[in-house]
T-cell receptor, first 116, second 113 residues
Framework: NAGVTQTPKFQVLKTGQSMTLQCAQD?????MYWYRQDPGMGLRLIYY???????DKGEVPNGYNVSRLNKREFSLRLESAAPSQTSVYFC???????????????FGQGTRLTVV | GENVEQHPSTLSVQEGDSAVIKCTYS??????FPWYKQELGKGPQLIID?????GEKKDQRIAVTLNKTAKHFSLHITETQPEDSAVYFC????????????FGSGTQLTVLP
């Protein structure tokens, strides 16, 4: 019963390097999300995917790209990392609404990224 | 878009006392308000949620109240214990296909033994 799994847990990049953060969920959820968490700013939405095959920008999408590879996997790519992208990144997923109500969003353990 | 404000940013209470965290939201269409607890080095975990058709919900020592008219909701923790120490986030969600959450900035709760 893994829930939402993120890899890697920690990463240090040099400015200008690229990398992909991986996320997979095993709950058969339709929606998946990428958030970043910075001190004093809560969690801010970077990109989301309402269903397989669709992606949309969130509040802070600049400098990022995403791919919804299939229903289980949603990856976040930094093409040219900048120090401003130093943050903790969380992936989350949520299921379809049940009879018009909302369902819980489950979070992964996070990826701590440092860009030097 | 939705904007969620959360207060206070830090809160210290003595063990056994109550703690209250307050949030306001801007989008009157929002209809789902979860509260998450985040322990050090971990992802946020849902502790309680409330939907817009309900004014109050309780789960043991935790309760949430919602005032739709004033657009604010609060988390109440009674008989606090040291293990309640964590960062707490409120969030709001408007109807829509993706149902993304907008989070408050978080409250660091410290329960002093």
């Amino acid at each position: 019963n893994a829930g939402v799994t993120q890899t890697p847990k920690f990463q240090v990049l040099k400015t200008g390097q690229s990398m992909t953060l991986q996320c997979a969920q095993d709950m058969n959820h339709n929606s998946m999300y990428w958030y970043r968490q910075d001190p004093g700013m809560g969690l801010r939405l970077i990109y989301y995917s309402a269903s397989e095959g669709t992606t949309d920008k969130g509040e802070v999408p600049n400098g990022y790209n995403v791919s919804r590879l299939n229903k289980r996997e949603f990856s976040l790519r930094l093409e040219s990392a900048a120090p401003s992208q130093t943050s903790v990144y969380f992936c989350a997923s949520a299921g379809p609404p049940l009879q018009g109500s909302n369902t819980e969003a489950f979070f992964g353990q996070g990826t701590r990224l440092t860009v030097v | 878009g939705e904007n969620v404000e959360q207060h206070p940013s830090t809160l210290s209470v003595q063990e056994g006392d109550s703690a209250v965290i307050k949030c306001t939201y801007s989008d009157s269409a929002s209809n789902y308000f979860p509260w998450y607890k985040q322990e050090l080095g971990k992802g946020p975990q849902l502790i309680i949620d409330i939907r817009s058709n309900v004014g109050e919900k309780k789960d043991q020592r935790i309760a949430v109240t919602l005032n739709k008219t004033a657009k604010h909701f609060s988390l109440h923790i009674t008989e606090t214990q040291p293990e309640d120490s964590a960062v707490y986030f409120c969030a709001a969600r408007a109807p829509g296909s993706a149902r993304q959450l907008t989070f408050g900035s978080g409250t660091q709760l410290t329960v002093l033994p």
